[in-house]
Structure formats: C-alpha cells, structure tokens
C-alpha cells in the first residue's frame, strides 16, 4: 500500500508557511525613509501574521540621543501610518518587549560595544539563541566601517548554535570596480552565505509567479525562444520625480538606480533556461549563464538613450524639470530616462533583443516584462482586414496592477472580415482572495530563515556591472546636454528613434 503522508507533518510542503526561529534583527541607519516606511512595518506585519517567533528582537542604531522607549514610539507610528496589516494592540505588545535602540557614530567603539552587550541581553531575556542579523540600511561609503567594528567587537563570529547574517540595500557599487571592492569589504567579515543582498523587485510577488507561469504550465514555454519573439520590453515607468533625494541621485542616474539590478535581475529570469530545482544554487547558475551571456550593444550611441525630466504636467499640476529640482546642479548630466539595448548570445534567444528602460516622470507608474511576437509568416487576409491588428503580445505586470495579459487578434462582430487586437487578462486581485505580503515581508523573513533563492550573489552583480560599464562610460565621454523630455510624457525622441532602428516601438503600458 502507498503511505499517505500528512502535508501538515511533512517539513517539504511548501505551502505551508514557516515560522522565523529565535533571532535578533539590527537596523543601521533605522531613522531613515527606508527603514520608516518598509522594514519596520514588514516586521510587524510578519509578527501580526504569525511568522515572528516571541524570541524576537528588533534593535536600532543611529545617530539620535534616545532612548528605548523613544525608538519604541518611532516603530509605533510608522506601523501605524505604514504597515500592510491592521493594527492589534496585542501583537504590538509582544514586539515592544523585544524592542531597543543604541545610539552613536559609526565610527564610535564604545556604540559598539553597547550594541553587543544588548544584543547578548536580548539573547538571554528573549531566548534568541545567538541567532543575529545585520541589516545595513546606510550608503556603502559606511560598509567598511559598520562591518569593521561588528568584526573588532566580535559580534560577526558564529558561535554555538547561533548564525551571523548581514543584510546589503543597494546600490551595489557604481561600477564594476566599486563593486568588487564592496564584496572584498564584506567578504573578509561574511562568508558569501551569510551575506543577503537586498533587491526588492525579487520579493514582489508577480517575480514569483514569472516562475510559476513559465516552469508550471506547458503551453508557454515552447513559444519562449527567438523562433516565436521577436522582441523584448522591460519597463520601470515611475510617475514621480526624484522628490527629496537629490544627495543620492544625483550622479547615480537610471542605469546606475533601477537597470543594474531590478531590470537586470528581471531580464535573467525571463531569460534564464528552467531550473532543476528552485534551490538557490540552481536559480543563481542559470541567471548566471544568461548575464554571462549577455552583452551590450555594439553601436552604444543607436541603441542607448538617456534623457532629463523637463517642465510640464503631472496630475494636473505643473512641475519642475529636473534640472530645477532643489540640490541638483544646472549642469548635471544624470539621466532620469535611461533605454538600453541587451543582445543575449546563446541559442534561445540569439537575434532577439531585450530593450531595458527605466524613467521618473512618466505618465503612470508601472513596471512591465512584455514577450512580443513575430506576425504570423502568412496572413490569408486583405490588408484593410488587419489594419487595426497589432503583433501577438504576452504582458507580466509586475506592479502595481499584478497580472498578466495576452494581446492577440480576434474578429470585429458584425464585419465580413475584420482582425482587431484584444486583450485578456489575469489579475491577482480578481482570482485570490489571499492579499499578496509587502516585498520587504518576504525578504526579512527569508533572511532571518536562511533562505537564499531570492538574494543575487556577488557574481550576478558583477556580471551586471560588465553589461552596464560600457554604457556609462561612453555617456560620460559624451557628457551633455543630455536630452529632454517633458513631465507626464513617454521620453525623449532619442528613446524612441532607439527601436526604431530596429523596426519597433515602445509599448504604452
């Protein structure tokens, strides 16, 4: 007879959620957007849904003269204004027990030596085991010296049964060099396994089921090659300017910000041949062997294209062009649109070109992976028939409208004989009754579980840089002007004669 097994007593039943073990989550840099709007917020939500052990602490380190009970306030308001979950009294309570703060400067042995001497507090008075994750929500310039004091003070040594587990935001370097010496910094404090590099875009929830979509269902994956695509559209479209973040833009730029690694990272895994299991090893060798495999063009000036926000209209109301933008410089040559063209040269997808494109102060904001088709070799119909039939597209929205949806020809009722382009779509919302988790719930969560699948490694970064490098560097030969683009528009003319050359036009999402 076959032994039925029990899902709910059988530890590899993934649809099972997991419940973090006993640990202790540091925050540097705890008082910054990030932190307030995200990470303190993905915390409680995990603990409202269960997945938080009691064993928890949360303990934040920043330059503020507070005390515990002054952070404490600090995570309470932005779960109030921020968390995903509703609020309850009682879930709230059982984090606050678990709650502190250390102030000081990096650069401040004495900070450090409070921080170990909490965290061990918290390891006997909350049962945290020694288990301690870093999470460095601070510019990298501040790596060297965050991870240097965590290593003096000896709070980076595994000992016992307890793990060490540091946390890196991008950016990721600025180019391949920087990179490098990044990893060579946290390398000599971290073995590779223990670092997570955070790219939320690989949290969302519609990344997940680009998985799913492909390697589940049959149908699709015949047609996912350069017989059947003729081309393929990544866009990051943001409807906002670069607000109050003029320090860090400024300099960084589109490709540096979003290409490198969100558009990237989505490239690879549209891209990347199926797995033979979802176990972090097997997904990071086969998005290896597609960035490895990918180059950038060979005419960088036909098939790049970078612009600035200028004046216009956004909502209904007038704003500034970048260059007006308080902090910004009136020569900068930062691009806010930025278009590459990425040829992957392997036998799946040789001759089909991937075009990554990202921009602030575009009409809406949407982040798209759109698998476009080749027509049909032969059409058995009179060109006035198809003149409103577009080509065959296939359209993952990852954000904010998760879905997915198909463009294909169908018959205008009532005419003889006439082909109009429709579209029918899935959308989350619609056909699960389950809310999909913040980005950040799934990632914190995943780091304080060990769990790797969804953290690029240093290799995918580098390999990143090595596409990207080229462009930058002959940008910054070209210097400026940089073209223009007005507010609440699609982006300059050179983003569009760049697919042009090729025969194609941006889709408007």
Known sequence: MTEHVNPLRDPQDRRLPRIAGPSVLVIFGVTGDLSRKKLMPAVYDLANRGLLPPGFGLVGFARRDWADQDFAKEVHDSVKEHARTPFR???WQQLLEGIRFVPGEFSDDQAFETLKETIQELDEQRGTGGNHAFYLSIPPSFFDDVVGQLRRHGMADEKGQGWRRVVIEKPFGHDLRSARELNDIVSTVFPPESVFRIDHYLGKETVQNLLAFRFANQMFEPIWNNNYVSHVQITMAEDIGIGGRAGYYDGIGA??????NHLMQLMALTAMEEPTSFEAAQLRTEKQKVLGAARPPVDIDAHTARGQYSTGWQGGEKVKGFLEEDGIKPDSFTETYAAIRVDIDNRRWAGVPFYLRSAKRM???????????????????????TEELGINALVMRIQPDEGITMRFGAKVP???????????????????????PEAYERLILDVLLGEPPLFPQHEEVE????ILDPILNRWAELGGPVDQYESGTWGPQSGIDMLARDGFVWRRP
């Open 363 to 385: 009409p809406r904001r949407v982040t798209e992976i759109a698998l476009n088709f080749k027509r049909a070799p032969h059409l058995p119909f009179t060109s006035t028939d």
């Open 463 to 466: 390999l990143s840089w090595q």
């Open 414 to 436: 009532s005419t003889q004989m006439e082909i109009r382009e429709v579209s029918m779509d899935f959308n989350y919302g619609g056909s699960f009754t389950e809310s999909s």
């Open 255 to 260: 490709a540096r910000d979003v290409i490198q």
């Open 89 to 91: 009294e009682e879930v």
